[in-house]
């Protein structure tokens, strides 16, 4: 049963970067799309980018192109999120989540049918 774990998160200033790996077991990464999404303090969760099971395909949300960047390594069973120019309104908790298609819906969350735990980014100076 595939099982997924974030790591990477931390306290960052304004303008800084921060790389999120999220790291699979139980299964093959490569068999599933994965998905980050972002949940500020009070706030719903949002999705923040998604890549397809090559890494061919990938897809931001609109308040992170071009600072965002999505990646994959299926040796190593692992999904990166690079986050670069990071801005106080990033903060939150990042999930990372997997599904077993990649185009639709995606930013609501839908059909995302297993979630890490999250790890936090602050962005603070």
């Known amino acids: 049963q595939l099982q997924l774990v974030e790591s990477g998160g931390g306290l960052v200033q304004p303008g800084g970067s921060l790389r999120l790996s999220c790291a699979a077991s139980?299964?093959?990464?490569?068999?599933?799309?994965i998905g980050w999404f972002h949940q500020a303090p009070g706030k719903i969760r949002e999705g923040v980018s998604c890549i397809s099971r090559s890494g061919g395909d990938t897809n931001y949300a609109d308040s992170v192109k071009g600072r965002f960047t999505i990646s994959r390594d299926n040796a190593k069973n692992t999904v990166y999120l690079q986050m670069n120019n990071l801005k106080p309104e990033d903060t939150g908790v990042y999930y990372c989540?997997?599904?077993?298609?990649?185009?639709?819906?995606?930013?609501?969350?839908?059909?995302?049918?297993?979630w890490g735990q999250g790890t936090q980014v602050t962005v603070s100076s």
């Open positions: 989540a997997a599904r077993n298609y990649y185009f639709g819906t995606w930013e609501a969350g839908t059909d995302f049918h297993v």
């Open positions: 139980g299964s093959t990464l490569s068999s599933y799309t």
